[in-house]
């Protein structure tokens, strides 16, 4: 049965593959953004 | 029910989920995360400091993941929309002509009329929208 799955819905792994990418792109726009509010918070806390 | 049986019936469900979580996650971050820059930029003009550019640069941009409906977005997004909208209805109509005799077909049918309706509210709003 897992392979009579696979055979028919081994095309999947291109869309789950596009919404894994998604889900990266998220996290590190998020985590680049978090940098730049941190680094912007310890420049003013500094001065 | 085995998980094979749920699996078959209900495959195509994934994307309209993943969807409104990726949508949810966005809004949420980009509402938390609006205010924190603001606080920050209020911060710096009560003591009398230039923010700086890329403070500022964050405040004026928009992030992609940002789902919030009240976020202003640049003219030329409703063409890239409309661009996306009509190949996805594209490729989507393609995939119901393949599996047209399936039990399954109705769902590409369903994307298909869905995306080629959100191309046509894109290509609406760039013929129409505010110059």
Do not use: C
């Not at chain 2, 992030?63 to 996805?88: C, E, G, I, N, T």
Request: hydrophobic share 50%.
């Amino acid at each position: 049965m897992t392979e009579e799955l696979f055979r028919d819905f081994w095309w999947l792994m291109f869309p789950v593959f596009g919404m894994v990418m998604a889900l990266i792109g998220l996290l590190q726009d998020g985590a680049s953004r978090d940098h730049i509010i941190e680094n912007a918070r310890h420049e003013l806390e500094r001065k | 029910m085995t998980f094979e049986e749920f699996f078959h019936d209900y495959w195509w469900l994934m994307f309209p989920v993943f969807g409104m979580i990726i949508a949810l996650i966005g809004m949420f971050q980009a509402e938390g995360r609006n205010r924190k820059v603001m606080d920050l930029i209020k911060a710096y003009v009560d003591q009398g400091k230039e923010p700086p550019p890329e403070l500022l640069k964050l405040a004026g941009e928009n992030s992609d993941y940002d789902m919030s409906f009240q976020s202003p977005k640049p003219r030329h997004s409703s063409a890239w929309s409309f661009v996306v909208f009509l190949a996805l209805a594209a490729g989507f109509s393609v995939g119901y002509w393949f599996v047209r005799t399936e039990d399954y077909a109705f769902a590409f049918a369903i994307v298909a009329v869905t995306m080629g309706v959100m191309a046509l509210g894109a290509l609406l709003l760039l013929l129409l929208g505010r110059k």
